[in-house]
């Protein structure tokens, strides 16, 4: 072969990508032994545009890895008890539900930190990471068209590096998945968020702030309906994570320009709050929401596809981290039940990783593809807003299928309530 495609490393398994799926994935793998080979094509610490919270089923997965975000974690984490809606003149605070299967509290650190943190823990674990290393396709077999490993852009120029398996954990670009022949599928939802940082004075807050309504009042008289929703997550350290997103439901997606759109809303805050340009930290950033599944199968010849390259954020909420650490989770399970075995056993067993994750969020996110539609009719939001935010027991039901907290075994009527309704839809 020539020099530049000679195999650089090989491993048992390569994961592309290490954002919290990837990153993950590789702490699981490498606990329990497997050589594997970890690729990013950013440096840490870097940026990536989220809102920098977890709700209580992101911290389930913190725990998971043996992560500590008790109060004397060193102060790490900004705990909040609960979620802010703001919408239809009316406000109202709910505190995260007591449950068996999830902690009653949501954390909130900065990506830049945060990738960082589980990529480290990763390499701690026995991982092998290579940065600055930008996988551009997939290597196959000519014979069987199976994965065999990956190729890249390096420091040092192009690289191949060889496995039997790999994750794809790289993003809505899904680069690997593209050049499998796995594209995505336009009957599910997608969104589009874009976030800023600003100093201001609601840093410290116990709540995560949602606006399900989106308000130029730049001008008091004539105020105006911008169409999306917004968020205002507090860091704790004097600053804010300031965002909106929109569904593809809405006939405004595509056609409007976010970053002015996230400028004419904050015009119209309070001034108090502060999220005037002066206070800005960095420019706005913006990324796309893959959503309900919407990049399938999740494996097919030897790759798995998890976190946002699977489309795996809730459709209901436009949460990934902790969608994105579940994935791996269950595909790091699936890939060490096919160690030792071979042949159609072995393909069984990495095949489960599909269909673990069809029961697992296949009938929420059928349920979540349906309220997206919803929503992004405006007069359809504006009255569920209006009708609902004032009845605080219905949105106690409203909060637990959203944020997908509830039990999964017995609970309270809310919980019953919400498996009845997955009952009732097929699968995605």
């Known amino acids: 072969m020539p020099s530049s495609e000679r195999v650089a490393e090989s491993a048992d398994v390569i994961v592309v990508g290490a954002g919290p799926a990837g990153s993950t994935a590789a702490v699981h793998l490498a606990r329990a032994g497997l050589d594997v080979l970890l690729l990013e094509k950013s440096t840490f610490p870097r940026e990536k545009v989220c809102g920098d ?8 997965q913190l725990h998971a890895l043996g992560i500590d975000t008790s ?10 008890k609960g979620l802010r809606v703001v919408g239809g003149g009316t406000t109202i605070e709910l505190d995260w539900p007591t449950l068996a299967d999830y902690p009653n509290f949501g954390v909130v650190r900065p990506r830049r930190d945060f990738d ?3 990529a480290t823990m990763a390499v701690k674990a026995g991982a092998r990471l290579r940065t600055a290393t930008t996988v551009t396709g997939p290597v196959t077999d000519d014979a069987t068209g199976r994965i065999t490993g990956v190729v890249a852009k390096s420091e040092n120029g192009p690289v191949r590096y060889a496995a039997p398996l790999v994750i794809g954990a790289d993003g809505v670009s899904a680069r690997v998945a593209l050049g499998m022949g796995v594209n995505k599928r336009d009957d599910r939802p ?5 976030r800023r940082y600003y100093t201001s004075p609601r840093a410290d807050d116990d709540y995560l702030e949602s606006h399900l309504e ?23 350290d004097g600053t804010v994570n ?4 929109m569904l593809n439901s809405s006939k405004a997606f595509g056609k409007t320009d976010y970053r002015a759109l996230l400028r004419s809303w904050l015009a119209g805050t309070p001034e108090e709050w502060g999220l005037r340009e002066e206070n800005a930290i960095g420019g706005i950033g913006g990324a796309a929401l893959p959503m309900g599944f919407n990049r399938t199968p999740h494996y097919a010849d030897g790759l798995l596809l998890i976190g946002d390259a699977g489309g795996v954020v809730n459709p209901f909420n436009g949460e990934g981290i902790a969608y994105a650490m579940e994935s791996a989770g269950i595909a790091a399970d699936a890939v060490l039940q096919a160690q030792g ?20 969020l296949g009938k929420y996110y059928r349920l979540g593809g349906m309220f997206s539609a919803l929503i992004g009719n405006p007069r359809v939001m504006r009255t ?15 909060l637990k299928l959203l944020a997908g907290l509830y039990d999964g075994r017995r609970g309270d009527w809310a919980d019953h309530v919400v498996r009845a309704l997955q009952r009732a839809v097929p699968s995605v």
Request: glycine content about 16%.
């Open 116 to 118: 960082d943190m589980l």
């Open 341 to 360: 075995r071979s042949g159609a056993a072995r393909e069984a067993a990495l095949a489960g990783y599909a269909t673990a994750m069809q029961l697992h």
């Open 53 to 60: 919270g977890l709700t209580p089923r992101g911290v389930k």
């Open 242 to 245: 300031v965002g909106l997103g």
């Open 190 to 194: 997608l969104g589009v968020a874009v």
């Open 71 to 80: 109060d004397t974690a060193g102060g790490d984490w900004i705990k909040n």
């Open 384 to 398: 569920a807003t209006k009708l609902g935010l004032p009845r605080k027991h219905l949105m106690y039901l409203v």
């Open 214 to 236: 989106l308000w130029d009042r730049a001008d008091p008289d004539h105020p105006r309906l911008l169409p999306g929703y917004g968020w205002i997550f507090g860091l704790g």
